[in-house]
């Protein structure tokens, strides 16, 4: 399975900050696997946003939640974050996630 990332690398702030991920080697909508967001500030540790499931269900990490949304794309094999809102706080390295397979990160800047 192989994961990419893929969106702009520069967000002003307050604007909705969209990624998607490509999914390879494997479908989204396979049985029992749960695809996550999960992303690093510089300086700090990984920190998990959230996922969706197999059954499309989602689940958002409760800091985040109220700006947080994960969809997918099935027909694509893909599934999209958008935070809403940003701040200089957002900025990160950004990985999708299955388990222990991870996309290579992208990063995101929050600066006008």
């Known amino acids: 399975v192989q994961l990419q990332e893929s969106g702009p690398g520069l967000v002003k702030p307050s604007q909705t900050l969209s990624l998607t991920c490509t999914v390879s080697g494997g479908s989204i909508t396979t049985n029992l696997y749960y695809w996550s967001w999960i992303r690093q500030p510089p300086g700090k540790g990984l920190e998990w946003i959230g996922y969706?499931?197999?059954?499309?269900?989602?689940y958002y990490s409760p800091s985040l939640k109220s700006r947080t949304s994960i969809s997918r794309d099935t027909s694509k094999n893909q599934f999209t974050l958008q935070l809403s809102s940003v701040t200089p706080e957002d900025t990160a390295v950004y990985y999708c996630?299955?388990?222990?397979?991870w996309g290579q990160g992208t990063q995101v800047t929050v600066s006008s």
């Open positions: 969706i499931s197999y059954s499309d269900s989602t």
């Open positions: 996630n299955r388990g222990s397979y």
